[in-house]
């Protein structure tokens, strides 16, 4: 907590707010995704794993953790960041765990082990806490050097190889699977990049006073790309209510179409956003929508907002259109606001003032004057 309060230098101080700046967005996005996903469970538990791990490494430099102290946690950690990455992506590419997925995370794991009960046996107390970023500890541990360097190889191979896989099943004009392999290509890119930049910040600035932050700076933007990448993750991907990821379903699916049939007719002509209980759920059922995820981008597409929002911004517009009619002079402002389809005059304040500006009282005044 020192370093933080009280930093040496003017990198100390971005070290300290860039850590404390991932902490806090690794917490938005560890929320995020635990109440928003629901299923695949496999790849829900997995990718949580994942994230938690980075956010918990991140809350031990935060609570100014020695690489001794860091080094007992270091195996779990390590399975928890690139175990369960491998096991997510796995489950992203055939909807499970694959067993060429369990053997190189397996042998990954091992290898840590081995450098887990090596590093125990010596006195680390001495050691920054970043030092367990390095690839390159002490020069007679050659051995450690060595197997840290193997898996970062084995990891990027694996990360690779589901990429290819991912790409090669890819299906052309297909807006679900072309938005889920950008999501996992990201994912992957960012991995491999820090990977190999981590290799390079160790190999060319080993003998720099500052190198050490430099990698710990690097896993921070690391962890950031990732939790932003959780944020911002396909929004269908949440409404899946399915056992797992089925790529053959993806490749079947159509870019949905909105046309008279299926939209404009039911919810403008017929003023579907009148009734009191629309909602994307309720009008999709209706006029036969399989995917409402889909249907909620083409949505926004076109209006630049969902389809919540464009249900109560044309109940605004109605409200204003029957508060200027003769015919409904006598209504209360709770009376207008039930039949232009809200459930109550409270319902009506905000979305009155987000998409019409001031009160429904100021409307009503400056109309019967």
Not at 14 to 43: C, E, H, M
Request: glycine share 2%; proline share 2%.
């Amino acid at each position: 907590m020192n370093s933080i309060l009280q930093p040496a230098d003017n990198l100390e101080l971005f070290v300290s707010y860039l850590n404390l700046v991932t902490i806090v967005l690794g917490s938005l996005a560890f929320f995020d995704f635990l109440i928003k996903f629901r299923r695949p469970l496999t790849f829900k538990i997995c990718y949580i794993i994942l994230i938690s791990s980075l956010l918990y490494l991140d809350i031990l430099f935060w609570l100014d953790f020695t690489f001794a102290d860091i080094l007992q946690y270091s195996p779990f950690i390590n399975f928890g960041i690139w175990g369960a990455g491998l096991y997510a992506l796995s489950i992203l590419n055939s909807g499970k765990i694959e067993k060429w997925v369990w053997w190189s995370s397996g042998f990954i794991f091992i290898l840590n082990l081995n450098n887990y009960f090596t590093l125990t046996s010596l006195n680390t107390t001495s050691h920054n806490g970043y030092v367990v970023f390095s690839l390159r500890l002490k020069d007679h541990l050659d051995l450690i050097n060595i197997t840290r360097y193997l898996q970062r190889f084995i990891l990027i191979f694996s990360l690779f190889k589901l990429i290819k896989t991912i790409r090669i099943n890819k299906a052309f004009n297909n807006l679900y699977q072309s938005k889920l392999v950008n999501w996992v290509t990201l994912f992957v890119v960012f991995t491999c990049c820090s990977i190999i930049l981590n290799a390079v910040i160790t190999n060319l600035f080993f003998a720099n006073s500052h190198y050490l932050s430099f990698l710990f700076v690097l896993y921070n933007l690391f962890c950031i790309s990732v939790f932003l990448l959780t944020i911002y993750r396909p929004a269908f991907l949440n409404n899946h209510d399915i056992a797992k990821f089925d790529w053959k379903k993806f490749s079947q699916q159509d870019a949905l179409k909105l046309d008279d049939h299926n939209f404009y007719a039911p919810f403008f002509s017929k003023f579907y956003y009148l009734n009191k209980e629309a909602t994307i759920e309720h009008f999709c059922k209706e006029n036969n929508i399989e995917e409402k995820d889909m249907f909620n981008e083409q949505i926004f597409k076109l209006y630049q907002m969902n389809f919540s929002n464009l249900i109560n911004k044309k109940r605004v517009e109605y409200f204003v259109e029957i508060a200027k009619n003769p015919k409904y002079a006598q209504y209360s402002i709770e009376g207008l606001a039930l039949e232009a389809g809200f459930n109550s005059r409270t319902a009506l304040y905000k979305p009155f003032k987000k998409f019409h500006g001031g009160t429904p009282i100021d409307l009503i005044e400056s109309i019967r004057r």
